[in-house]
């Protein structure tokens, strides 16, 4: 008997409250169907890598869905004017929704993190070396615009 | 040089996590997958155990989908879930054209078939083990060294992990790999008693990873947690570079991440000792294993 008298004050109190409110027209809100909530919009996955140069200036390559050669020779998408960098020293590759490096048979070698690598899935803010070359991999998810 | 002597050993980490997989956004980068290792030498595969890391790579190599099949060989350190669990999910066990054969400690009470068997008995998976349609052997390791196509595979019995776990030396073309997990070195290294038995086994490791192009070792506690973990049959990091750079390793690989170790966790241990452990350990390279990542040895 007492819980019941103590709900009904409740919900006296919730109905004076829910009265109230609609007097000012901020607590009532329109209903949408959930169809509308199917709607999804398209997204983009983007990748780059940021070369550092000399002075900290910067250059910042996106990265496609394709292939992308590193090296010395004017065939490579990225070139780099070094005698310590193979002329194809490197490759990034999207595969599998996931970038990887992978070493080309260079001469000094791929560095990832500092590790000497042959291949590597890439990952967020990995800083790849390629002869003395920095260079910062970034990647993100953004809405494709329409 | 000889074509051979040119030939690279690639070392791929297909898992590097310890315990339990642990998928999700923060553990990425160095991956959430159980153990699995590959170490390819020309045309001859060996595959470190079997834990969930093994999927993606029987998915690569169905992916290559080689004209005459693949010979792979899987050594398994020991048979608790975390280095098993991948197998039911391994492609080329279903594929005609694959032969493999699988190895593992002979000191066991069950024979290696019938404990792999159970993995997929129907109580635990609904495929059983007779509907791998590759030619599977299973052998259980003798003393004499394994040779195959050019490498050789040398193993020891590591004794301070419940029921016990097997290590690997792998040598070719005047390198070594050396795969060993899931092992307690604090208890052989740091015992209370320093006793006869503790200094043999010392010896004995020390020898067996003396030189190592690459060791890929247990490390899945900081020195802070080993304190609560102790007799649960894994190294602290700590141990592990000291033991490592006493064997005079060049590359380290700290392998069997705790669950708990995000990529954070572990790229902020790497930031505030990183300094210290390339002053203490002049000489070895020291990262910790990733997932995707492949090195030549």
């Known amino acids: ?146 | 040089m000889s074509p051979a002597s040119q030939a690279k050993t690639l070392v791929t980490f297909w898992g590097t996590r310890g315990s339990i997989s642990t998928p999700g956004r923060t553990t990425e980068k160095y991956g959430g997958n159980t153990p699995c290792v590959g170490v390819r030498y020309q045309d001859t595969h060996l595959i470190f155990d079997a834990g969930t890391g093994i999927r993606n790579l029987g998915l690569e190599l169905t992916e290559e989908n080689t004209p005459e099949g693949c010979s792979l060989h899987l050594f398994l350190s020991h048979t608790h879930w975390d280095h098993i669990q991948g197998l039911p999910f391994f492609q080329p066990a279903y594929r005609k054209d694959t032969n493999l054969t699988i190895y593992g400690s002979p000191r066991k009470e069950r024979f290696l078939a019938s404990i792999l068997e159970g993995l997929m008995d129907f109580e635990y998976f609904p495929v059983g083990m007779s509907s791998f349609s590759a030619d599977i052997t299973i052998r259980e390791i003798s003393r004499a060294p394994i040779e195959l196509g050019g490498l050789r595979v040398d193993w020891q019995e590591q004794v301070y992990h419940p029921g016990g776990s097997v290590r690997y030396r792998v040598s070719a073309n005047r390198k070594k790999i050396i795969y060993a997990t899931d092992v307690e070195l604090n208890h052989i290294f740091q015992p209370a008693g320093s006793s006869q038995e503790h200094k043999a086994l010392a010896q004995d490791y020390l020898e067996f990873i003396s030189r190592a192009d690459l060791l890929i070792a247990d490390g899945q506690y900081t020195d802070e947690e080993y304190g609560g973990k102790v007799g649960w049959g894994h190294t602290s990091i700590e141990l592990l570079l000291d033991v490592a750079a006493q064997a005079q390793v060049k590359q380290l690989a700290v392998f069997h991440h705790d669950p708990q170790h995000s990529d954070t966790f572990l790229d902020e241990l790497w930031m505030r000792n990183r300094s210290r452990y390339h002053a203490a350990h002049k000489e070895m390279d020291i990262f910790w294993a990733r997932e995707g990542l492949t090195l030549a040895v």
């Open chain 1, 1 to 146: 008997m007492t819980k019941e008298t103590e709900k009904t004050v409740w919900r006296d109190k919730a109905d004076k409250e829910s009265a109230r409110d609609n007097e000012f027209g901020y607590s009532t809100t329109a209903e949408l169907s959930r169809k509308a909530f199917r709607g999804e919009l398209p997204i983009k996955q983007r990748a780059c890598l940021e070369i550092i140069g000399a002075g900290g200036k910067s250059k910042v390559i996106e990265l496609g869905q394709g292939e992308l050669t590193i090296g010395r020779s004017p065939g490579c998408a990225i070139q780099l004017r070094r005698s310590i960098v193979s002329r194809s020293h490197a490759q990034v590759t999207f595969r599998n929704e996931e970038y990887h490096l992978e070493d080309l048979g260079s001469t000094n070698g791929t560095y990832v993190n500092g590790i000497k690598v042959e291949r590597c899935i890439l990952r967020n803010n990995d800083q790849i070396d390629i002869g003395g070359v920095k260079m910062l991999f970034s990647e993100q998810k953004s809405l494709q615009k329409l």
